[in-house]
């Protein structure tokens, strides 16, 4: 892999990771075009690893206050702000829980999808976020129940399958259960932590793997990449949802639907 191929599935990554695109749909038709099969286990971990800073340094206040919460309740001397914290951290559990069941049991499945199935699944990715755009409500952190965490975390489950946004059905999710749009999106972003962690501890377990496939400068520069437009699509994407327009995304991802299944068929 040259450094130039590195740079471009790095911003790859850092723009569909976060933006309502699919990121791994995204990986499969980049490497058919490019005759990359086989990108390496290392560089795989290091685009993980800068997603993962991105998230943490954008949302970091909103963990801040969770964390805080939850610390000031257990040592009770919380109030129903600080529940509220405690509440939403619980819920992120249950989530959680019910996406590594869905994930672990559609994985290798999933992973399998020829290019034609995954242009029908950008496709319906962009139903997903039009239809998305006329729900929303006023639900904010204290009042979110087990059953948003259940549906969204189904919803993050879903989105293993290439041509699946996860950022874009956690979102619509977050949405259909009546979130507020600065919510909903705070939510399915602190969700992808623990995914993006999962992510991270199944592919170190193949360490003795590791290193052997990509030279160090192209690591570096993708890594670098990734993390740069991931940032700058993370702060993007939360200006567009609070605007109420994940639609916009729908224009790009029905022609690259329709023209994967006219020329990579």
């Given at each position: 892999?040259?450094?130039?191929?590195?740079?471009?599935?790095?911003?790859?990554?850092?723009?569909?990771?976060?933006?309502?695109?699919?990121?791994?749909?995204?990986?499969?038709?980049?490497?058919?075009?490019?005759?990359?099969?086989?990108?390496?286990?290392?560089?795989?971990?290091?685009?993980?690893?800068?997603?993962?800073?991105?998230?943490?340094?954008?949302?970091?206040?909103?963990?801040?206050?969770?964390?805080?919460?939850?610390?000031?309740?257990?040592?009770?001397?919380?109030?129903?702000?600080?529940?509220?914290?405690?509440?939403?951290a619980g819920i992120l559990?249950?989530?959680?829980?019910?996406?590594?069941?869905?994930?672990?049991?559609?994985?290798?499945?999933a992973e399998g999808f020829?290019?034609?199935?995954?242009?029908?699944?950008?496709?319906?990715?962009?139903?997903?976020?039009?239809?998305?755009?006329?729900?929303?409500?006023?639900?904010?952190?204290?009042?979110?129940?087990?059953?948003?965490?259940?549906?969204?975390?189904?919803?993050?489950?879903?989105?293993?399958?290439?041509?699946?946004?996860?950022?874009?059905?956690?979102?619509?999710?977050?949405?259909?259960?009546?979130?507020?749009?600065?919510?909903?999106?705070?939510?399915?972003?602190?969700?992808?932590?623990?995914?993006?962690?999962?992510?991270?501890?199944?592919?170190?377990?193949?360490?003795?793997?590791?290193?052997s496939q990509v030279a160090?400068?192209?690591?570096?520069?993708?890594?670098?990449?990734?993390?740069?437009?991931?940032?700058?699509?993370?702060?993007?994407?939360?200006?567009?949802?609070?605007?109420?327009?994940?639609?916009?995304?729908?224009?790009?991802?029905?022609?690259?639907?329709?023209?994967?299944?006219?020329?990579?068929?």
């Amino acid at each position: 892999m040259s450094v130039l191929q590195a740079v471009l599935l790095g911003a790859l990554q850092g723009v569909t990771e976060f933006l309502p695109v699919s990121s791994s749909g995204h990986l499969a038709v980049l490497k058919h075009t490019m005759g990359l099969q086989d990108i390496g286990l290392l560089f795989d971990v290091l685009l993980h690893g800068a997603s993962l800073v991105a998230v943490l340094l954008v949302f970091r206040a909103r963990i801040g206050r969770m964390v805080t919460g939850m610390y000031r309740w257990v040592r009770r001397r919380g109030d129903e702000e600080d529940f509220g914290q405690v509440r939403a951290a619980g819920i992120l559990v249950i989530a959680t829980a019910i996406t590594a069941g869905i994930g672990f049991a559609v994985k290798d499945f999933a992973e399998g999808f020829a290019i034609p199935v995954v242009s029908v699944l950008f496709l319906v990715t962009a139903g997903i976020l039009l239809v998305s755009q006329r729900f929303g409500g006023e639900k904010s952190y204290g009042e979110l129940t087990w059953i948003d965490g259940v549906v969204c975390g189904i919803a993050q489950g879903l989105g293993v399958f290439p041509g699946i946004s996860r950022a874009g059905i956690t979102i619509s999710a977050g949405l259909f259960r009546g979130m507020d749009r600065q919510t909903a999106g705070e939510f399915s972003f602190l969700l992808s932590i623990p995914a993006i962690l999962g992510a991270l501890v199944l592919t170190l377990k193949d360490a003795a793997e590791l290193g052997s496939q990509v030279a160090l400068a192209p690591l570096v520069a993708g890594s670098i990449s990734s993390f740069l437009v991931g940032l700058v699509s993370l702060v993007l994407l939360m200006k567009v949802v609070r605007a109420g327009k994940l639609g916009w995304f729908a224009l790009y991802l029905i022609p690259l639907g329709i023209s994967g299944l006219l020329f990579l068929s």
